[in-house]
């Protein structure tokens, strides 16, 4: 790679993730954050963990707890804690867990993702 000056890049990662990771490396900031979706926002914590990207995991990570913290998501943004070694994340998981414990014991959506 650092003889060709390329840089391979996994095919789960599109054009999207990279321009906002070289965005976040050049400008320390991603000006679109409040926009990005979920999935996206844990590719690129997916990324930032590759990279060792440390601020930009962190700033991912505090964006996924503050707007995208959900029934509906917090299965997914879980398991990725562990692959991604993003223990801020899994922390808030595991307390919004508890803390909706009603909503989520008879999710099967929940109880599916979580397997």
């Known amino acids: 790679e650092a003889q060709e000056c390329i840089v391979n890049v996994e095919p789960c990662f599109n054009a999207f993730h990279i321009r906002a990771c070289l965005e976040f490396i050049y400008t320390n900031r991603i000006v679109q954050l409040r926009s990005i979706g979920t999935d996206d ?37 879980y398991g990725a804690t562990e692959d991604f070694s ?30």
């Open 41 to 77: 926002l844990l590719r690129l914590l997916h990324l930032s963990d590759r990279w060792l990207l440390r601020d930009l995991k962190r700033l991912i990570e505090h964006e996924l707890v503050r707007d995208h913290m959900k029934v509906d998501t917090v299965a997914r943004m």
């Open 86 to 115: 993003a223990q801020r994340l899994q922390s808030a998981c595991i307390e919004f867990i508890m803390t909706n414990l009603r909503q989520l014991a008879g999710n099967s959506d929940f109880e599916e993702e979580m397997k």
